[in-house]
């Protein structure tokens, strides 16, 4: 029984760890990546070579170790860009919860 509250405390402060990384991440596309990047469902990208979100999360070869990576290194197009880890996490954990489900 113990053990069980246990597992289920440690459930319950992830997810609500993993909601605030997406919730800093939505605020941080919208202040970083929306002048290039649609950054949420059913918005056109304001640069049509910039892909949306949602796309990128859709695509197979897309998954956080890729993106997390992808944040790392400018993009062709902002080479100032460097974020630092915590933000690239939220940011990647934002662009995952538009993957879409199942």
């Given at each position: ?59 197979a ?12 290194t ?22 995952m ?6």
């Amino acid at each position: 029984m113990l053990r069980s509250l246990a597992v289920a405390a440690t459930i319950a402060v992830t997810a609500g760890g993993a909601q605030a990384d997406t919730t800093k991440g939505e605020m941080l596309a919208a202040q970083i990546c929306a002048p290039c990047h649609a950054i949420s469902p059913g918005q056109r990208s304001p640069k049509s070579d910039a892909p949306p979100f949602a796309e990128i999360a859709a695509k197979a070869t897309y998954n956080i170790f890729t993106l997390r990576s992808f944040l790392r290194t400018p993009h062709w197009t902002s080479a100032n860009l460097s974020l630092r880890t915590e933000d690239n996490e939220a940011i990647t954990s934002y662009v995952m919860s538009l993957k879409p489900k199942p």
